[in-house]
C-alpha cells in the first residue's frame, strides 16, 4: 500500500522532525496491514527492516526449551521494533506477531542506518530505547530464573490487578486475558494456568466475574508471589 502523509508523526522516533524529513521517509517505508495473531517476522530470519507501529499493537516472542512462547514485550501504537537487526546485521532474535490489526511502515536497515548517521538526535533515541532493552530483559530473566512456574503466574495476576472502582478494598482485574495470553508472559502451560487461577479460586483468594477475576484477598496473593514454593 501507498505512504500515508504524516503517518511517522505518530512514532516517538520521530519527535519534532521537520515535516520535509518525515515525508522523503514515509516515501522510503513498505506500508502493510496485520491482522491480529498474523506473524511478521520469525526468529533466525534475515531480515534487517525496522518497523514502525502506526496503528495496532505487536508482541515479541521467543521459545523456551520445551516449545513454549515467551512474551518479551510488547510494542504499542507510536513505538517501532526490529533496530538490532538493522544495526548489527544479524539474525532476528526472536518472533514478531501482531496482537491486534495492526498498521506497520517498514524501513530497509541501511536506509535505517542512514537516517541515524543523517539525524543525531534520532540516533540518540535508539540508544536510549536499547538501554531500556537491556534492562527489561535483565528484569526478565530473573524473573523467569529465580522464580517458580507458579509465582510467575501469580505475579502476572498481580501485575493485571487494579484497584475497583466500586469497593476501595477490593482489586480486580476487568478483562482476564485468556489462559494463552498469561501462560506466554508467565513461561508456562495454559494448563499450569488454568489449574494455578482453579487453586486460587478454591482457596478464596479469587473468585471469577463475568469476563474479570476478583482478587479477594491481595495480601495472600502478594506473599505466596514472594514466597518460594517448597515444591
Keep these: 500500500m501507498d505512504a500515508i502523509d504524516g503517518a511517522l508523526s505518530r512514532v516517538?522516533?520521530?519527535?519534532?522532525?521537520?515535516?520535509?524529513?518525515?515525508?522523503?521517509i514515509e516515501v522510503q517505508c513498505t506500508w502493510r496491514r496485520y491482522a491480529s495473531g498474523e506473524q511478521v517476522f520469525d526468529k533466525e530470519s534475515d531480515t534487517l527492516d525496522v518497523y514502525f507501529v502506526i496503528e495496532g499493537a505487536v508482541r515479541i516472542l521467543n521459545h523456551t526449551g520445551?516449545?513454549?512462547?515467551?512474551?518479551?514485550?510488547?510494542?504499542?501504537?507510536?513505538?517501532?521494533?526490529?533496530?538490532?537487526?538493522?544495526?548489527?546485521?544479524?539474525?532476528?532474535s526472536a518472533r514478531v506477531v501482531a496482537t491486534r490489526d495492526s498498521l506497520l511502515a517498514s524501513l530497509d536497515g541501511p536506509?535505517?542506518?542512514?537516517?541515524?548517521?543523517?539525524?543525531?538526535?534520532?540516533?540518540?533515541?535508539?540508544?536510549e530505547?536499547?538501554?531500556?532493552?537491556?534492562?527489561?530483559?535483565?528484569?526478565?530473566?530473573?524473573q523467569l530464573s529465580t522464580q517458580n512456574e507458579q509465582q510467575r503466574i501469580w505475579g502476572e495476576l498481580l501485575?493485571?490487578?487494579?484497584?475497583?472502582?466500586a469497593k476501595s478494598e477490593q482489586w480486580v482485574i476487568p478483562d482476564l486475558p485468556n489462559h494463552k495470553e498469561i501462560a506466554a508472559w508467565a513461561?508456562?502451560?495454559?494448563?499450569?494456568?488454568?489449574?494455578?487461577?482453579?487453586?486460587?479460586?478454591?482457596?478464596?483468594?479469587?473468585?471469577?466475574?463475568?469476563?474479570?477475576?476478583?482478587?479477594?484477598?491481595?495480601?495472600?496473593?502478594?506473599?505466596?508471589?514472594?514466597t518460594v514454593s517448597a515444591a
Design 12 to 24: 516517538s522516533l520521530f519527535a519534532d522532525l521537520d515535516p520535509v524529513a518525515l515525508g522523503a
Design 187 to 226: 513461561g508456562v502451560s495454559r494448563e499450569q494456568v488454568a489449574q494455578a487461577i482453579g487453586e486460587l479460586a478454591r482457596d478464596g483468594v479469587v473468585r471469577r466475574k463475568t469476563m474479570g477475576l476478583v482478587i479477594c484477598d491481595l495480601p495472600r496473593l502478594q506473599m505466596m508471589a514472594r
Design 129 to 142: 530505547r536499547l538501554t531500556r532493552i537491556v534492562r527489561n530483559l535483565d528484569a526478565r530473566v530473573t
Design 111 to 127: 536506509a535505517f542506518l542512514g537516517l541515524m548517521r543523517d539525524h543525531p538526535e534520532i540516533a540518540l533515541r535508539v540508544l
Design 66 to 92: 520445551d516449545d513454549r512462547d515467551v512474551a518479551l514485550a510488547d510494542v504499542l501504537e507510536g513505538n517501532y521494533f526490529g533496530e538490532l537487526a538493522a544495526i548489527d546485521g544479524m539474525k532476528r
Design 159 to 165: 501485575r493485571l490487578a487494579e484497584p475497583d472502582p
